[in-house]
């Protein structure tokens, strides 16, 4: 499986941009999916997931009610609609897809096993 995330960028303070993680190689329909970030310095740190059918959602508080995942099985694509940027929301974001093998958490990076590269989301003050 490969997962290509895109649409970062430059953003003000209180603006939004809307990440895609497109895979390929292999359909994503059967797997949940998440979004991490890792600013300069810090862990890697959990933002979001989606069950495989988009029915549950899962959010970091820092981002909850300003973030939402989302997930379209047909294009094999998981997007994260990121509005009310803030500074702190400044870092780069993965994506990933969550192993079922292991039953764990999905707040917890070491359950999942396929990242894409990474976007860069950079949010001025």
């Known amino acids: 499986v490969q997962l290509q995330a895109s649409g970062g960028g430059l953003v003000q303070s209180g603006g939004s941009l809307k990440l895609s993680c497109a895979a390929s190689?292999?359909?994503?329909?059967?797997?949940?999916m998440g979004w991490f970030r890792q600013a300069p310095g810090k862990e890697r740190e959990f933002v979001a997931a989606i069950s495989w059918a988009g029915g549950s959602t899962y959010y970091a508080d820092s981002v909850k009610g300003r973030f939402t995942i989302s997930r379209d099985n047909a294009k094999n694509t998981v997007y994260l609609q990121m509005n009310s940027l803030e500074p702190g929301d400044t870092a780069v974001y993965y994506c990933?897809?969550?192993?079922?093998?292991?039953?764990?958490?999905?707040?917890?990076?070491?359950?999942?096993?396929?990242w894409g590269q990474g976007t860069q989301v950079t949010v001025s003050s």
């Open positions: 190689g292999r359909t994503l329909s059967s797997r949940a």
């Open positions: 990933a897809t969550y192993n079922p093998y292991y039953s764990g958490s999905y707040y917890y990076s070491e359950y999942y096993d396929y």
